[in-house]
């Protein structure tokens, strides 16, 4: 069983930058493709960025392109989201979810539709002056 703990969270002015880590624990992040969503109170959840198991493959939505860049360090079970520019619009808890990607290729990742296995908690991000 795959747990995923995110840290990082806080509160931030605009235009402020955080990094949150996504560590997992039980098995290898090795076979699995990571994705970060975000869920604002009273809204929908959404895909905030996508990575493929090795790294080398990632996505974006429109709403956090340029500013938030995803990597992995899978010698360190870790995937990191480094958010720059912060808005208000971005205040929400985020999550990391892991697709087990075994046998799709080192860029492949999943859309952020597809019921991914493993989700973690969850860490405050609030945006405000």
């Known amino acids: 069983q795959l747990q995923l703990v995110e840290s990082g969270g806080g509160l931030v002015q605009p235009g402020g930058s955080l990094r949150l880590s996504c560590v997992a624990s039980?098995?290898?992040?090795?076979?699995?493709?990571i994705s970060w969503f975000r869920q604002a109170p009273g809204k929908e959840r959404e895909g905030v960025s996508r990575?493929?198991?090795?790294?080398?493959?990632?996505a974006y939505a429109d709403s956090v392109k340029g500013r938030f860049t995803t990597s992995r360090d899978n010698a360190k079970n870790t995937v990191y989201l480094q958010m720059n520019d912060l808005k208000p619009e971005d205040t929400a808890v985020y999550y990391c979810?892991?697709?087990?990607?075994?046998?799709?290729?080192?860029?492949?990742?999943?859309?952020?539709?597809?019921?991914?296995?493993?989700w973690g908690q969850g860490t405050q991000v609030t945006v405000s002056s």
């Open positions: 979810a892991a697709y087990e990607a075994l046998g799709y290729g080192s860029r492949w990742y999943p859309l952020w539709t597809y019921e991914h296995h493993y």
């Open positions: 039980g098995m290898s992040l090795d076979d699995y493709a």
């Open positions: 990575i493929s198991t090795s790294g080398e493959a990632t």
